[in-house]
């Protein structure tokens, strides 16, 4: 069974870069696709982009100019780094699994547990 | 950019049948996913594919996708199905969520 943990700084200061990382067990991450979802506070899910075991990227236009995901395979991991936060951007950060087989049909299979993340001076 | 439309709650009593939609542009020509979330925990797959339940679901959850609707079917509701629903597709390369539906069994 696979399982995703998140870890990485609870607070970020505004203007700031948010940095997590998503460490895989139970299998490699060089066989499947990875993705950052995000929730805020209340909120409902927002996805933020994934990677393919290729290192290739998407994002969300919405958040393109300021996110940047990568891989690590050597680690079984995988990170999020979101630059320039504001309050907006505070939320649980959860790591994803991406399975099928091709665009339209892939989906979030395991999830980690979330990481909170609180944007504040 | 594309939008999916999700009903903010529905309420239903146990052991009855809980229908959610998920509203989208031609959404029938797309497949549609749900993930359930239980409060203060991680979502949970529940529907992949329109129709397709992963390993674990209960035969009691269902889907369909047609038109501009996707619709997710809870059978004979338990309280446990209590928890907030979000459906989701692709468009193009992206991925977008709807919403989300509060299921209140009661």
């Known amino acids: 069974q696979v399982q995703l943990q998140e870890s990485g700084p609870g607070l970020v200061k505004p203007s700031e870069t948010l940095s997590l990382t998503c460490s895989v067990s139970g299998g490699s991450i060089s066989e499947y696709y990875w993705s950052w979802i995000r929730q805020p506070p209340g909120k409902g899910l927002e996805w933020i982009g994934y990677?393919?075991?290729?290192?290739?990227?998407d994002y969300n236009p919405s958040l393109n100019s300021r996110v940047t995901i990568s891989l690590d395979s050597s680690k079984n991991q995988f990170s999020l780094k979101l630059s320039s936060v504001t309050a907006a951007d505070t939320a649980v950060y959860y790591c994803a699994r991406v399975s099928g087989t091709s665009f339209g049909s892939l989906y979030f299979d395991f999830w980690g547990q979330g990481s909170l993340v609180t944007v504040s001076s | 950019s594309y939008d999916l439309t999700q009903p903010p709650s529905v309420s239903v009593s146990p052991g009855q049948t809980a229908s959610i939609t998920c509203s989208g542009d031609n959404l029938g020509d797309k497949y549609a996913f749900w993930y359930q979330q239980r409060p203060g925990q991680s979502p949970v797959l529940v529907m992949y594919?329109?129709?397709k339940r992963p390993s674990g679901i209960p035969e009691r959850f269902s889907g369909s996708n047609s038109g501009s609707t996707a619709t997710l079917t809870i059978s004979g509701t338990q309280a446990m199905d209590e928890a907030d629903y979000y459906c989701q597709a692709w468009d193009s390369s992206t991925v977008v969520f709807g919403g989300g539906t509060k299921l209140t069994v009661l």
């Open positions: 990677i393919f075991n290729s290192g290739s990227t």
């Open positions: 594919q329109d129709s």
